[in-house]
């Protein structure tokens, strides 16, 4: 398996390339939904897949990721709620720190639990600081996160933690507002963001159109991810993907 997942990211920063990832929650299509939503991101030459949830109610992430895995070459991410979402079907796991959070578990304890099982496996690791982001309401990744989320109108704490973050190490950073956010991670947030680091940002919650993915990418997010809106409508994927490319 080619481990390159981290260097497109970095390449796609330097060339000024923008782009998407189709977040898929393993639980929430059935089959027949899950071919065409993967159908239709490879139409939309979409970037990257991202498979995960705050909380899986059902025992099919490996079922999903062979069947995304069958369907397409788009490289296919672990975006992991907890340590149970670890599985060598995918081709890279963002190894998240909460770094907006001071929940121990979520800053390094289930890192430690999940280490000597990611050594062992064909999977490429990107450490990345993930930093939950108030939007209007408690989503699933907020409460099941244990953490207070930054505050949405205080971009400079964003700023100072994804500064901390890439100190640290840490190679990318992802702005979340959660699944389902009311209100998207605002523009101001990733401009700051996008002063204080270098590291690739990745931006994602609550967006809906093709119009927020683009101010999001001109304020600075080198990837956007969608993921609810494209459940109701895989035609927003095509439009959404357009015009982030063109951004
Ligand atoms: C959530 O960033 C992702 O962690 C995508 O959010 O499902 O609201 O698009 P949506």
Redesign the pocket.
Known sequence: MAHNVLQTFALARQQKQKKLAL?IDPDTPGEDQLKHLVQEANQAHVDYI?VGG?LLLKDTLESCLVKVKSLTNIPVIL?PGSVLQVSEKADAILFLSLISGRNPDLLIGNQVIAAPYLKQLDLEILPTGYLLVESGQATT?SYMSGSQPIPHHKPEIAACTAMAGEMLGLKLIYL??????QYPVSESMVQQVRQAVDAPIIV?????TPEKAVANCKAGADVI?????TESNPKLLRQIAEAVHQS
């Not at 979340?176 to 956010?181: L, R």
């Open positions: 977040l991202f705050s975006f990744a979340d507002g959660g699944s389902g956010a994602g919650g609550g967006i809906k991810v969608v993921g609810n809106a």
